[in-house]
């Protein structure tokens, strides 16, 4: 699993192309003829087992070429950069954090997929517009060492406000919020906590308490934080900005299985990414892209989601498997902000944090 990001910051960047995963097999030659072929594209991140594809490809008849064009941020703006002549009928993996930028540029065709009805509102950020599809969620969080607070007798913090206290000196380590989804949705936490009076204040604290800046996840995780791998990290930081998942990913396949994660979760550190699917205006195979959509939001499909892609599915009805019942957390109320605030300000705040936390 990856989880960086490019922001808004590197929008002007030159992009690469994307890479096709499969080729052209299956797809019509001839002019006028129907598509066999539908078009994702989406981010590196991107899984799904071969038989639920096999399985869409059975319901409808459409193979799935996958393009993946880089992190979330890139494959965000290679799709702005190219809406005038999209690469695929459907893009995949637009989260809250840059969902407005997707949106003001006119990327989707509305469209109300089937299933949608098993799905809370509260994930719909476009209202009833159906520009865009909800299809997985999960939380950003501060994941600590088990181990390493056991053996100290010190109790793990729960909040951001703990993270500043003179105990954690030295414990954290994050994301650069420039280059990195979970250290975006970090800084994204603090400034719905502390507001626009209180974040900087906060990171003036968390700096002074010796917090570690790094560019990505898996740096992060797995150099810097001591609880990765099952408590066997290389790392000297018992705290760690990652997922509300990372646990079960830690226990998954591991015999016998333990009695808990090796990993905890900070849950009043947390805020909820939410990623999205959406029709390309211009699409191609329009058909196609809409069938898949309504696959994207199927029970089938969404409840393979978790140990793909170590999320949460949006819908109601879909199970979860054991190990994240057994292992993951339900995080009642993180924190969340509307995508219109979060693109008015997110470049700024960077800006901001770049020049108070990193000079």
Known sequence: MKHTVTTALAFAVSLPLLAACGGSEGSSSEEGAEPTTVTLVTHNSFAASKEVLREFRQRTGYRVEVLRGGDAGSAVNQAVLNKDNPQGDVFFGVDNTLLSRALDNDLFTPYEAKGLDK????YELDGKRHRVT?????????????????????DPPRTLADLAEPE???LLVTENPATSSPGLGFLLATVAEFGEDGWQDYWKKLKANGVEVVDGWEQAYNDRFSGSGGGRGRGDRPLVVSYASSPPAEVLGKKPAPEQAPTGVSEGTC???IEFAGLLDGAANERGGKALLDFLVSKTFQEDLPLQMFVHPVREDAQ???????YGVEVEDPATMAPERIDAHREQWVKTWTAQVLR
């Open 119 to 122: 799905v809370p509102d509260r």
């Open 134 to 154: 909800p299809v997985d969620t999960g939380e950003i969080c501060v994941n600590y060492d088990r181990a390493w607070f056991a053996e100290r007798k010190l």
């Open 168 to 170: 954690y000196e030295d």
């Open 271 to 273: 805020f909820r990414q």
């Open 320 to 326: 979860l498997p054991e190990v994240f019942t057994e």
